[in-house]
């Protein structure tokens, strides 16, 4: 299975990006999928998941309400809308898969499948 970030880039505080995940090589549609980031200096964090029909979502504390993962089973996408960014909010996002099939899983471990991440830096 192989994931391929889009989508990030700079944006001044308040505005807004949507991040995309391309996934191919595998049946899309039974994947567990999320979103974690990693700011420089600090540990990968768990930002959003989504199980594979789309219509269960979990989303971290820091970001539920402002984010929203959704995902289109009919051309392998993922995607993150991010609204109300904050320069708090800048980091690498990483797009990732697992087979288990419980959106609760927060850890990296958790996940088997990653992407190569996108820079997203939220200036003040």
């Known amino acids: 299975v192989q994931l391929v970030e889009s989508g990030g880039g700079l944006v001044q505080a308040w505005g807004s990006l949507r991040l995309s995940c391309a996934v191919s090589g595998g049946t899309f549609s039974i994947l567990t999928m999320a979103w974690f980031r990693q700011a420089p200096g600090q540990e990968r964090e768990f930002v959003a998941s989504v199980n594979g029909n789309g219509d269960s979502k979990h989303y971290a504390r820091t970001v539920n309400g402002r984010f929203a993962i959704s995902r289109d089973n009919a051309n392998n996408v993922v995607h993150l809308q991010m609204n109300s960014l904050k320069p708090e909010d800048t980091a690498v996002y990483y797009c990732?898969?697992?087979?288990?099939?419980?959106?609760?899983?927060?850890?990296?471990?958790?996940?088997?499948?990653w992407g190569q991440g996108t820079q997203v830096t939220v200036s003040s």
């Open positions: 990732a898969a697992q087979r288990y099939g419980i959106i609760y899983m927060t850890t990296q471990g958790s996940y088997t499948f």
